[in-house]
């Protein structure tokens, strides 16, 4: 028996920033003063500015799957044809959505730890003229994936659909120019790079996007976007806010302008790069090497082995609690995250423990061998080129 | 520019257990009612049982500074000879207390980074009968030190002397039998392996201690320990107690006597010798390698480097906050600290740390080397002795 720091270490909820945390303490404070409003007002200014977007930005209280729903229900109308891109259990999530509103699905299924290309939207958007949408994860978080939100952006922007993109855990991980490359809405949530807990999401709009919203046929009420803009213009939510987690992000924001959002994209794609070499000079396998996204790596354990026992021993023997695979990946697959708030120790730590834990059960390793991959990562990004001699 | 925790990893204050850190919330409580009064007297109960005596265990609003003050000026009179063994910065506060407060003091002085031998001790009492106490502390901070308190223990008890040891580090980090070594005096500090802030010192007092106070004669008001141990009996303390502190104080016992006391110190030494380890394969010298105490591991920095670089360079390059030496020992050593809150995923990265600033300044180092040796301090220890093959 010794001390075991408990470290949440998943790709969501993610590490907690202690400042964040504290501010929650100042939530004895009622949502309808000026006081909130203002902190309201600046939360979604900062995270405007944050995520880049001349776009709406908006928040609500609920999950980002809350934010996914409101993105159908507020725009579409039954009937409508979209176009779902599927390579993970989150855009199962996107089919399973607009399948209960009533729309026209027309699935891009992919294999688990690949992607949906560019290429496949743009042909199904010319073999579905009519498609009203597109809708697809920036980063496919269950299998470690990326879609080219980008280039599907440019085949989207031609047409009369939109594109709505699951940026939950895309954004902080990856560059997203919302407004070049248009993406018309854009979801996160407040419990992945943003470094806070679970709660809140929010999502951008584009104007292209407001105009679904105008012929929009499906009932709503607790997700009502044009009702949420019209009290966000006034520092007001339409329903009661969640004033801890707003404190909080209030705090996280300051951090992450501080810091440059560019920079915590930078830091979750080095601890990725750094995870990548790490587990590849282990002799693991990445389960999506193609196209790894940074918010997460996707780990193979060895050869007969349920990656369970890992996230398992993670635990027992060092309390970081990693992430095994979900749903039909579980015991296929252990998750190592990167977004948000974490940092360089965080991976010497995750690796050597791996290390421990691949010996612990039979498997051949020399000790410190992962550990130099990421100490040359960081070389590589932050020592001066002539003092990397080690 | 990325993302840098920072991570308090000093030995004192120390990393704080987050538990103990959300129960200062509740410190909208008076210390005037019972509800307080159940706090404190269960506090005083857990500290004496952790501690492991039958002696009085009694709580100050203080520093450890000032409990090591309240022994002095309740325990003796002006122009007692005492014994002060000196080997460390804090082995001259011990002298300098005692001067402050006109006793006699025999300065039993060894060089920083040894220890005062218990036969120097033995051989100080018998050349001076009428000494009344012997002053030391168990694990010297500022050189990593420690001192073999059971052997001067076992020369003190047979004497008309007490024995007053400041153990504010020697407290989690090394095994105190405070009865059966007689240790009349420990005295112990909130920040140090008792995992929260600072702001509060205990003391033990054996009986052979309490009959000194009946003849001191220096003058005190604040440091009343007789008084105290009236009101202590009640579950008062005698001033204004510090609330939040006694509230994650208790929070922080419960979390050692879950883990057991005899644990606490087995982790502090099994991560103080995986430092040594460690550091010793990267080519380092260990600053006391004949008696090194378990509380902090004190190292040199190569020649001709100033060990500020290096604690500059833990701080901005990886946000770890560890301590340099004290005083004169400034530039000399760099502190790796172990009591208390410490685990192996913080030692893992403290050390791959290391290797990456010394490469940055130049010296030779095959990355993962200390790390190495630290997973096999770990293999050591926590792996069945046959899948210790890596």
Redesign the interface.
Known sequence: ?????Q?LLTPGPT?LLPKALHAM?GSDIHHRTDDFRNIYRSVLADLKEVMGTANDVLALVASGTGAMEASVSNLFSPGDRVIVCVAGKFGERWAEIVKAFGLDAVVLQEDYGKSVSAQRVADALKANPNARGVFAQASETSTGAQHDVRAMGQAIQKTGAIFVVDAITGLGTMPLDIDGWGLDVVIGGSQKAFMIPPGMAFMSISPKAWTFGETSKLPRYYFNLKKEKKNAANGESSWTPATALLLALAEALKYVKT??MD??V??AQ?LAAATRSAVTALGLELFAPQSPCSAVTSVCPPKGMDSGVIVKEYRD????IIANGQGSMKGQIFRIAHLG??????V??LI??L??I?????V??????G??A???A??E????KE????
């Open positions: 028996m010794y001390i075991k720091k470290r590490p303490m810091l440059g920079k915590l930078q830091n080095q023997r060092f309390g970081s708030y974490f940092d360089f120790a965080d010497f730590a050597a423990e290390e421990i691949l010996a612990a059960n039979g051949p390793v020399k000790f410190g061998t550990v130099a990421v100490q040359n960081y070389a990004v932050a020592l001066a003092t990397v001699t080690a």
